[in-house]
């Protein structure tokens, strides 16, 4: 039904940047909401930040004041601009969204994640 297609990820040093996308295709009628998951092996898939179809943004305390979410409505595209880089960051990062269908079904969709390597 719907595909969602992150890229932006790759190896960077403690304190740079990284931009992340996630662009969503599909049998999409209206997205509420989009997200930013991670998790690192051994630990717990949490979220990152998340932002509604209204603007609404919220992000974890971890990542407060160093990472942005935004997302262009009109082409169904989330990016997370990350900043002042951790060791701790390092871990897979997921797109999320919650959206309908048009039978108006409402779904969870999930990307196949993108690698960000947080290391010297």
């Known amino acids: 039904q719907v595909q969602l297609v992150e890229s932006g990820g790759g190896l960077v040093q403690p304190g740079g940047s990284l931009r992340l996308s996630c662009a969503a295709s599909?049998?999409?009628?209206?997205?509420?909401?989009m997200g930013w998951y991670r998790q690192a092996p051994g630990k717990q898939r949490e979220l990152v930040a998340a932002?509604?179809?209204?603007?609404?943004?919220n992000f974890a305390d971890s990542v407060k004041g160093r990472f942005t979410i935004s997302r262009d409505n009109a082409k169904n595209t989330m990016y997370l601009q990350m900043n002042s880089l951790k060791p701790e960051d390092t871990a897979v990062y997921y797109c999320n969204a919650v959206y309908t269908d048009y039978v108006r079904d409402v779904v969870d969709a999930w990307g196949q994640g993108t690698l960000v390597t947080v290391s010297s």
């Open positions: 599909g049998s999409i009628f209206s997205i509420y909401t």
């Open positions: 932002i509604t179809s209204g603007g609404n943004t």
